[in-house]
T-cell receptor, first 112, second 117 residues
Framework: QQQVKQSPQSLIVQKGGISIINCAYE??????FPWYQQFPGKGPALLIA?????SEKKEGRFTISFNKSAKQFSLHIMDSQPGDSATYFC???????????FGSGTKLNVKP | GAVVSQHPSWVICKSGTSVKIECRSL??????MFWYRQFPKQSLMLMAT?????????EQGVEKDKFLINHASLTLSTLTVTSAHPEDSSFYIC?????????????FGPGTRLTVL
C-alpha cells in the first residue's frame, strides 16, 4: 500500500532551528499533498497542504516546497518549538478517488 | 473547521466479543469516510472506504466479514470488529471527507483505542 516514501524516520532539532521532512511519490495521478501532525493518542490533524500547480506554500512557520519534476515535496518548520514535537505524516490524494496514501511518518523531537 | 468525533475513545473487551465504533462528522456531511488502523509508532493503514448508502470498499488483506462497516447516513459511519481477538488490539481512526474544488479534504477523528484481552 506504500505509495509514498517519507524521510527521515526520526528527527531531533534544537529549539529555534529548522525541521525538514521529505516525501517522494511515484504516481503523477496524485493531485493533493497534505501534511498531518499527530500527537500521541490523538488522531492526525491537517497542518498544511499543497496542489501540484504551486511550488511553495507558506502558513505561519510551516512551508511546503513542491518539486513536480522530481516528484518530491517537503515540509519545513521554521523556528521549531518544543510544542511542535509530534509525528508528521505526508500524504497524497489519488486523483478523483479521494483516496489517501500516507507516508511512514517522522517523529520530530524539538529540544528546548 | 470540520469536526469529526469518534465513540468510544477507548474500549477494553474480552476475546470473542464484538465491538462497535462510531464515527460522526459533526458540522458537515460526508459522503465518504475512511477507516484506518494504526499500530504503535507506525503509519496509518487504510482499512476501508465507506460510502453513504453503499457497501464499503475494503483494502487488500482486510477481512470484510470481520470488520463490518455501515455508513447509514451522511454524518455517521460505524465499524464493528466482530469476534475480536488480541491481535485486533490497535488504534482505529476514522476520517471524513469534504470535497472542495474537486479535491477531497480529509478530517480525522480522535481515534479509538481497542484492547482485546
Amino acid at each position: 500500500q506504500q505509495q509514498v516514501k517519507q524521510s527521515p524516520q526520526s528527527l531531533i532539532v534544537q529549539k529555534g532551528g529548522i525541521s525538514i521532512i521529505n516525501c517522494a511519490y511515484e504516481n503523477t495521478a496524485f493531485d493533493y499533498f497534505p501534511w498531518y501532525q499527530q500527537f500521541p493518542g490523538k488522531g492526525p490533524a491537517l497542518l498544511i497542504a499543497i496542489r501540484p500547480d504551486v511550488s511553495e506554500k507558506k502558513e505561519g512557520r510551516f512551508t511546503i516546497s513542491f518539486n513536480k519534476s522530481a516528484k518530491q515535496f517537503s515540509l519545513h518548520i521554521m523556528d521549531s518549538q518544543p510544542g511542535d514535537s509530534a509525528t508528521y505524516f505526508c500524504a497524497e490524494e489519488w486523483e478523483n478517488f479521494n483516496k489517501f496514501y500516507f507516508g511512514s511518518g517522522t517523529k520530530l523531537n524539538v529540544k528546548p | 473547521g470540520a469536526v469529526v468525533s469518534q465513540h468510544p475513545s477507548w474500549v477494553i473487551c474480552k476475546s470473542g466479543t464484538s465491538v462497535k465504533i462510531e464515527c460522526r462528522s459533526l458540522d458537515f456531511q460526508a459522503t465518504t469516510m475512511f477507516w484506518y488502523r494504526q499500530f504503535p509508532k507506525q503509519s496509518l493503514m487504510l482499512m476501508a472506504t465507506s460510502n453513504e448508502g453503499s457497501k464499503a470498499t475494503y483494502e487488500q488483506g482486510v477481512e470484510k466479514d470481520k470488520f463490518l462497516i455501515n455508513h447509514a447516513s451522511l454524518t455517521l459511519s460505524t465499524l464493528t470488529v466482530t469476534s475480536a481477538h488480541p491481535e485486533d488490539s490497535s488504534f482505529y481512526i476514522c476520517s471524513a471527507v469534504t470535497v472542495s474544488g474537486g479535491v477531497g479534504e480529509q478530517f480525522f477523528g480522535p481515534g479509538t483505542r481497542l484492547t482485546v484481552l
